[in-house]
């Protein structure tokens, strides 16, 4: 096959041509393709501007909350989505100690999301949905929850209890 | 290498995708084929920019009239490259129709509408309309005050069709009003019918031309051949190159503005269509009372049908460019006629709806500043603050950050440290303002307002607000009138004046109150017409409250 092409090899100069304009047609699209999806990606990706600092919300008078038991406790909160602020109704599972320190848990169970809850009689949290079990510092005993609850940032004024943002447990996974 | 080669192969045995891509750009086409035939890939590429950022812009989009403001906001404001993707869409749909004209024209004046390619010709036509329809759909979705006077308009003008008017009223949902089922309706029509139809017209469009052959000059069939790739590919694609490069600067350099949300008690507002519906604007004020049908309704679709039935009513023989007369008179009236109407319309709009409105896609905490505080960012500026001072950590390091100091907060502290700085920081390298007690007072009112969240909305208050309010403060206005809730009420206050007054008659009131409001205790005042302008103009930028 080899000597066929070169017996038959075409002016140079027709050829220069051809591959010239082969290239200027891939360079072109391949720039304009880049102008357009660089665009498109920085616009999907990057996250909003202006987005504001989650506050801190009021979950309400910590001395109403009865110490050593775990308490489901609701407040509103404003959650900033895309183009709306929403007021939304959150809860939080607040533990307070007898030396008035305080651990809020993040309601959803850390393997799938479910709202799970305490179970009075077994000193435990229970997860309906998978059957994952924690001890009442968020550690997990039992079932396929990968790590121990989330818990919000907390602060206390006088006797009001404040809800920061949501964040992982500092403790290592059982 | 032969591992690439040999899957496009397996895939080419059993799709037959190589071979189809190359029979298509192994096309034959004339000799004489060459730079005047880019224009319908321009066309057809302008068509996919259009669907790639119209694509992009529904995914963070509401459409609905609550909320179709403020998701265009968030995609202009907070998202990254949000403004580029609208600037490209809006500015491509303006391409689109010059590129679909301007291969029409093309077509037009070498006669390639003839026999055989008169349904390739009445298929084009149909996508010319499709085109103008997306602008007409596409105008509404903004929901700014510019898309609810326009669409009102265009609504009314097809409820004014013989026969036809009250079924497109009620198609369009416009029997009680713009509202939700006309918006869903514009929204359905612009991203669910308009392009899966514009596909397959442009699919019928390209079989046809690819059928009958790219149309060849007088005396070029007995030449050779050519192949469309890859020479006329490339002059395509330079061609192509060439458009988005221009549309590109356009969506960077030229800001689409987001007006007001659209306001059905808006009285001043003068609205205007999109450019290149200008020209029937201004012919449809040729006819007035009974005989208006005819200048929105009859004589332009006669014009659609003549253009529809050019093959028909055109039968020559094909003749070399160059001796087409005729064709080449017909589109210089043509566009002589449009290019008349157009500017007459741009002449005839009043110069306060041409003047730039407030772009409401910027941060406008500025509006909520009272003139005061207003006046102290004129003096900001103009004493240059920011040479020496940085505002939430952008700027200067030889003063401290003017969103930190929380020290010495208020306004007497400041006013004696603007006076003689050194007196109250003995070693302080900053020198004495001069300016009047009141416009220290000014500045020191701004500078309390100042914090981190609003320093970048409050820097970006537009000139003629900042003007405007230096001109209120100088002639005392709030000695009478109130604005956001500062000043006293003698007078009305002023939040909301757009709404109840035009430009003109407040400007005029200003010269001459006693004439406008009889027994007003108002003096005349007389401004220069810079000064009169920015106070109007940022009067009527007052939130409504």
Redesign the interface.
Same mark, same amino acid.
């Given at each position: 096959m080899d000597h066929v092409q070169t017996t038959d090899h075409q002016p140079p100069a027709g050829e220069t041509r #051809?591959s010239f @304009?082969?290239a200027?047609?891939y360079g072109?699209?391949g720039?304009?393709t880049a102008?357009?999806a660089a665009?498109?990606l920085? @616009?999907?990706l990057?996250p909003? #501007?202006? #987005?504001r600092q989650s506050e801190w919300v009021d979950a309400g008078d910590l001395s109403q909350v009865p110490a050593g038991t775990p308490v489901e406790v609701t407040f509103r909160r404003n959650r900033v989505d895309?183009?709306?602020v929403s007021s939304e109704k959150g809860t939080a599972w607040v533990l307070k100690s007898a030396s008035n320190q305080v651990v809020a848990y993040g309601p959803e169970c850390t393997h799938l999301g479910c709202a799970y809850h305490w179970d009075n009689g077994k000193n435990e949290f229970v997860c309906p949905c998978h059957n994952s079990i924690f001890a009442i510092d968020g550690r997990v005993i039992g079932g396929p929850a990968p790590r121990p609850l989330d818990r919000f940032a907390t602060r206390i004024e006088g006797n009001k209890l404040l809800l920061g943002p949501l964040q992982a447990s500092p403790e290592k996974s059982a | 290498m032969n591992q690439i080669n040999g899957i496009i192969e397996w895939l080419d045995h059993r799709t037959g995708i190589q071979t189809a891509a190359r029979r298509f750009l192994y096309e034959d086409i004339p000799d004489s084929s060459g730079w005047h035939q880019v224009l319908g890939s321009v066309a057809m590429f302008s068509f996919l %920019?259009q669907v +790639?950022t119209g694509i992009?812009l529904a +995914? $963070?989009y509401?459409p609905t009239p609550g909320?179709a403001y $403020?998701?265009l906001?968030?995609i202009l404001?907070?998202? *990254?490259?949000?403004r580029?993707?609208r600037g490209l869409h809006h500015w491509g749909a303006s391409m689109m129709i010059v590129v679909v004209v301007l291969h029409m024209v093309q077509v037009f004046v070498y006669g390639a509408y003839k026999k055989p390619r008169e349904a390739t010709w009445m298929v084009g036509i149909v996508l010319l309309l499709l085109t103008l329809a997306y602008g007409l759909t596409g105008y509404l979705l903004p929901w700014d005050n510019r898309a609810y006077f326009g669409t009102v308009v265009s609504t009314q003008i097809a409820a004014t069709a013989p026969v036809l008017g009250p079924y497109l009223t009620q198609l369009l949902g416009s029997q009680n009003g713009i509202g939700v089922v006309t918006f869903a309706r514009f929204f359905g029509l612009h991203v669910l019918l308009l392009p899966p139809l514009t596909m397959l017209l442009i699919g019928v469009h390209v079989y046809l031309v690819r059928k009958h052959g790219v149309a060849p000059a007088p005396g070029d069939e007995t030449l050779p051949k050519k192949k469309f790739y890859?020479?006329q %590919?490339?002059k395509d *694609?330079?061609a192509? +190159?060439i458009a988005?490069i221009i549309l +590109?600067t356009m969506a960077v350099a030229i800001r689409v503005p987001l007006e007001q949300l659209a306001d059905p008690t808006d009285t001043a507002y003068i609205p205007r269509p999109e450019w290149y519906f200008l020209f029937l604007f201004q012919f449809l004020k040729f006819f007035n009372g009974p005989l208006e049908v005819v200048g929105s309704m009859v004589l332009p679709g006669l014009a659609v049908l003549l253009l529809l039935l050019v093959p028909f009513i055109d039968r020559t023989q094909m003749v070399k460019v160059t001796r087409r007369g005729f064709a080449f008179g017909f589109v210089a009236l043509a566009a002589i006629g449009w290019g008349s109407l157009t500017a007459a319309a741009v002449i005839t709009t009043p110069a306060e709806a041409r003047e730039v409105a407030v772009d409401y896609s910027a941060p406008t905490d500025w509006m909520q500043l009272s003139p005061e505080e207003m006046a102290g960012v004129a003096y900001f500026r103009r004493e240059n603050c920011l040479s020496c001072h940085a505002v939430n950590g952008s700027g200067s390091q030889i003063g401290p950050d003017l969103t930190r100091t929380t020290i010495h907060r208020n306004a007497a502290w400041m006013i004696q440290h603007f006076k003689s700085p050194q007196g109250i920081r003995p070693g302080s390298s900053m020198p004495a303002i001069q300016l009047s007690d009141a416009q220290l007072n000014s500045l020191a009112a701004f500078l309390l307002k100042l914090n981190p969240d609003n320093a970048t909305a409050l820097q970006n208050a537009p000139e003629f607000a900042v003007q405007g309010a230096l001109v209120y403060q100088a002639n005392g206005c709030s000695d009478c009138h109130k604005v956001n809730g500062v000043g006293m009420e003698i007078g009305p206050a002023l939040n909301g004046v757009s709404k109840r007054r035009s430009r003109s008659w407040v400007e005029e009131h200003f010269a001459n109150p006693e004439k406008l409001s009889p027994g007003t205790s108002m003096p005349p005042f007389k401004f220069a017409k810079t000064d009169q302008e920015n106070l109007t103009t940022y009067l009527f930028s007052l939130p409504d409250k």
């Amino acid at each position: 096959m080899d000597h066929v092409q070169t017996t038959d090899h075409q002016p140079p100069a027709g050829e220069t041509r #051809r591959s010239f @304009y082969v290239a200027a047609i891939y360079g072109i699209w391949g720039l304009i393709t880049a102008a357009l999806a660089a665009p498109a990606l920085i @616009y999907l990706l990057v996250p909003p #501007r202006l #987005r504001r600092q989650s506050e801190w919300v009021d979950a309400g008078d910590l001395s109403q909350v009865p110490a050593g038991t775990p308490v489901e406790v609701t407040f509103r909160r404003n959650r900033v989505d895309g183009w709306k602020v929403s007021s939304e109704k959150g809860t939080a599972w607040v533990l307070k100690s007898a030396s008035n320190q305080v651990v809020a848990y993040g309601p959803e169970c850390t393997h799938l999301g479910c709202a799970y809850h305490w179970d009075n009689g077994k000193n435990e949290f229970v997860c309906p949905c998978h059957n994952s079990i924690f001890a009442i510092d968020g550690r997990v005993i039992g079932g396929p929850a990968p790590r121990p609850l989330d818990r919000f940032a907390t602060r206390i004024e006088g006797n009001k209890l404040l809800l920061g943002p949501l964040q992982a447990s500092p403790e290592k996974s059982a | 290498m032969n591992q690439i080669n040999g899957i496009i192969e397996w895939l080419d045995h059993r799709t037959g995708i190589q071979t189809a891509a190359r029979r298509f750009l192994y096309e034959d086409i004339p000799d004489s084929s060459g730079w005047h035939q880019v224009l319908g890939s321009v066309a057809m590429f302008s068509f996919l %920019v259009q669907v +790639f950022t119209g694509i992009l812009l529904a +995914f $963070n989009y509401a459409p609905t009239p609550g909320d179709a403001y $403020n998701s265009l906001r968030y995609i202009l404001t907070e998202l *990254t490259g949000g403004r580029l993707i609208r600037g490209l869409h809006h500015w491509g749909a303006s391409m689109m129709i010059v590129v679909v004209v301007l291969h029409m024209v093309q077509v037009f004046v070498y006669g390639a509408y003839k026999k055989p390619r008169e349904a390739t010709w009445m298929v084009g036509i149909v996508l010319l309309l499709l085109t103008l329809a997306y602008g007409l759909t596409g105008y509404l979705l903004p929901w700014d005050n510019r898309a609810y006077f326009g669409t009102v308009v265009s609504t009314q003008i097809a409820a004014t069709a013989p026969v036809l008017g009250p079924y497109l009223t009620q198609l369009l949902g416009s029997q009680n009003g713009i509202g939700v089922v006309t918006f869903a309706r514009f929204f359905g029509l612009h991203v669910l019918l308009l392009p899966p139809l514009t596909m397959l017209l442009i699919g019928v469009h390209v079989y046809l031309v690819r059928k009958h052959g790219v149309a060849p000059a007088p005396g070029d069939e007995t030449l050779p051949k050519k192949k469309f790739y890859p020479q006329q %590919v490339f002059k395509d *694609t330079i061609a192509i +190159f060439i458009a988005f490069i221009i549309l +590109f600067t356009m969506a960077v350099a030229i800001r689409v503005p987001l007006e007001q949300l659209a306001d059905p008690t808006d009285t001043a507002y003068i609205p205007r269509p999109e450019w290149y519906f200008l020209f029937l604007f201004q012919f449809l004020k040729f006819f007035n009372g009974p005989l208006e049908v005819v200048g929105s309704m009859v004589l332009p679709g006669l014009a659609v049908l003549l253009l529809l039935l050019v093959p028909f009513i055109d039968r020559t023989q094909m003749v070399k460019v160059t001796r087409r007369g005729f064709a080449f008179g017909f589109v210089a009236l043509a566009a002589i006629g449009w290019g008349s109407l157009t500017a007459a319309a741009v002449i005839t709009t009043p110069a306060e709806a041409r003047e730039v409105a407030v772009d409401y896609s910027a941060p406008t905490d500025w509006m909520q500043l009272s003139p005061e505080e207003m006046a102290g960012v004129a003096y900001f500026r103009r004493e240059n603050c920011l040479s020496c001072h940085a505002v939430n950590g952008s700027g200067s390091q030889i003063g401290p950050d003017l969103t930190r100091t929380t020290i010495h907060r208020n306004a007497a502290w400041m006013i004696q440290h603007f006076k003689s700085p050194q007196g109250i920081r003995p070693g302080s390298s900053m020198p004495a303002i001069q300016l009047s007690d009141a416009q220290l007072n000014s500045l020191a009112a701004f500078l309390l307002k100042l914090n981190p969240d609003n320093a970048t909305a409050l820097q970006n208050a537009p000139e003629f607000a900042v003007q405007g309010a230096l001109v209120y403060q100088a002639n005392g206005c709030s000695d009478c009138h109130k604005v956001n809730g500062v000043g006293m009420e003698i007078g009305p206050a002023l939040n909301g004046v757009s709404k109840r007054r035009s430009r003109s008659w407040v400007e005029e009131h200003f010269a001459n109150p006693e004439k406008l409001s009889p027994g007003t205790s108002m003096p005349p005042f007389k401004f220069a017409k810079t000064d009169q302008e920015n106070l109007t103009t940022y009067l009527f930028s007052l939130p409504d409250k």
